[in-house]
Every structure is written in C-alpha cells, then in structure tokens.
C-alpha cells in the first residue's frame, strides 16, 4: 500500500497500452526469512523487462527467463519458491524461507486502472481475482485488511502512499525531507518564511502555501500521513501542531528538547485540545539513539515513524483476524 505499487501497476499498464504482454506476481504468504511482505507486486513483460521486486533476488530472474520461454501460467494460479532447502539455496532465499506468489497475466490496461486511480486519489481499494478464471472484484478495503486466500479467490489491498508534511525548510528540514524521499514518502514542506524557503535546494517534493496551521488543514491528513515540526520557533510549530493533533495522521511529532515540549503541552492546554489529543504529540521527536547532527535526527525521526506505523498496521492486522475469526465461529455456531 505505498507508491511502490504506483509505479509498477503505472509500468504495467503502459507496457500493454503498447501491445506488450505481461504477468503480475504478488506475495501472498511467507514462511521463514523471506525478503518480501505480502503483497509486494512484481510486474514481468513477455521479453523479461520487469518492475518491482517480490524476493530483491534471483526469483525475479526466474520470472524472467520464464517470461521470455513462455512458460508462466496463463491463467490466474499460484506457484511456490524456496519449499526445498535446494530451492532456497538456488533462489537466495534465505535461512529457509519460502514463498508463495499469485500469478496473474495481464491483457488489458483496464484490468490495472481501477487500482491506479485509488492511489491516486487515495482511496483505499479491495481488488480480488480468482483463480483460474481471472474474474476481478473491487471493493472497500478495511483497516488492517491483509493479502489472502479465500478459496479459489486470492484479494490484495491498494492504498495511498505514505505522506510527511515537514514543518520547517531548515538544515534538518532538507535533510529529513531527502532521507524520507528514499523511504518512499511523498514529501511536503511548508515555511511561510521567505528567506528560508530561498535557501531550499532538495528536489522531488511538494510546496504548501500559506502558513503551517492552513497548511495541515489544506492536505486533509489520514492514517497514511505523518506530520514533523522542525523550526524549532514556537509560533511556526505549534500552529501547526494544534490542527495536526486533531486529524488522522498517524504520527505527529515535534522537534525540542523535554523542557521545552512540557512547556508546549502546557500552550497546547490553552486551546480547544484535550488530554488525548496532546498525548499524541512525539515529542522529543524520534528514537533515543543519542542523534546530535541533523543527520542523525532526521534517522531518529524516521525510525520513530517506521516503528509507529509498523505497530499500528500490525494492530490493525491482528484486529482484523480476531474479527474475522469471530464472524466463521459465528457462522459455524448458526450452522
């Protein structure tokens, strides 16, 4: 669920918009140390050019002299790397790892443009084949929801890319904003100050106007979205941080030392935010690695992010099967 799928469905589609061929492989399961989460997508044209990665290893050329021998699946099937240790040691699947991929070949662009368009617009999709068939469902996709088999129905689940509003186009601003870029963030900067913002050389994100407080309220943010304050000027952050800790975003943080942030909860008790809302607040931001140069904080800051979202996305998964797990216990009581 991040720009990663983007790019290779984006890929795909172009690739049959002009007459190519191609599969698209997805992670459905891993046993052992395997590389890639499920649902990590690949796509692999008839000629061997491929996009995204399901293991970063030898799989993918397997895929692709596959491809160009015309040996892959055509129809909707499953297939399975690393079942033997040989297998794991051929395909560098580490300490036994194994794999199970859902192979899906692609004729039209239309089969992917449903999915483009939700991440794009972000709006959270349930995409199912089944297999043999290559019927297509789409669907609302919940919190927590996870690739999966469902008889003969494999379902897959695209979102929105993860987002970082940086409050703060200083030292540690650029420095966080090129670091987040590599971690597959869309990047948004906002400081109303002229003199800064004229300083500012990284490339690659985006720009909001106006000051930080309209700036959180323009983006609209969701649970795919972190917001960091970095100026370290009072008047710049806290506005920002009083509309950031109402929203959905799923990390809010804000530069200081522990000093100074129990005097911003203190502000922050002045205005029309409650106990829960102020307790959202990271502050000091990032994990307590001793950082010191805006290098290391930004890898804190980072670290901090990876680490909440992880934790919420695996709360968010267990939830889910606890749900699910209810609903068959039901369903098997009223049988």
């Not at 699946?73 to 399975?80: D, G, I, K, R, V």
């Not at 990032?286 to 804190?300: F, H, N």
Request: a negative charge; one cysteine or more; charged letters at 25%.
């Amino acid at each position: 669920m991040n720009s990663l799928d983007w790019e290779v469905l984006t890929r795909a589609a172009e690739w049959l918009r002009h007459g190519h061929r191609a599969h698209l492989f997805t992670v459905v399961q891993t046993w052992g140390s395997a590389p890639r989460l499920p649902g990590a997508v690949l796509a692999v044209r008839e000629d061997g050019h491929l996009v995204g990665s399901v293991s970063g290893g030898c799989i993918e050329d397997d895929l692709a002299d596959k491809a160009r021998a015309q040996a892959l699946p055509q129809a909707p099937a499953l297939m399975e790397y690393g079942v033997s240790r040989d297998d794991a040691q051929r395909y560098g699947i580490p300490c036994g790892g194994r794999l199970q991929i859902f192979v899906e070949p692609l004729h039209d662009a239309t089969q992917l443009t449903p999915v483009i368009h939700s991440i794009e617009q972000r709006k959270p999709l349930k995409r199912s084949v089944r297999l043999g068939t290559g019927e297509i469902r789409l669907g609302e996709a919940l919190p927590g929801s996870t690739p999966m088999l469902d008889g003969d129905w494999f379902h897959n689940y695209f979102g929105p890319e993860w987002r970082l509003l940086i409050i703060g186009a200083n030292q540690l601003g650029a420095v966080l904003a090129n670091m987040a870029q590599t971690l597959d963030f869309d990047v948004l900067v906002c400081d109303p100050r002229a003199d800064i913002r004229a300083e500012w050389r990284i490339e690659g994100v985006t720009w909001t106007e106006g000051m930080p407080d309209d700036a959180v309220i323009a983006m609209r943010p969701d649970p795919h979205t972190a917001i960091v304050a970095v100026t370290h000027d009072p008047k710049l952050d806290d506005m920002a941080l009083l509309e950031a800790l109402k929203c959905d975003a799923f990390y809010v943080g804000a530069l200081g030392s522990r000093k100074n942030q129990e005097n911003r909860r203190e502000r922050m008790r002045m205005f029309d935010l409650n106990e829960t809302e102020i307790a959202r607040l990271r502050g000091p931001v990032g994990l307590p690695i001793g950082s010191r140069t805006p290098a290391e904080i930004a890898v804190a800051i980072l670290a901090e992010i990876i680490q909440v979202r992880t934790q919420q996305r695996l709360a968010a998964a267990q939830s889910a099967a606890s749900h699910r797990a209810e609903n068959l216990a039901g369903r098997a009581c009223a049988a």
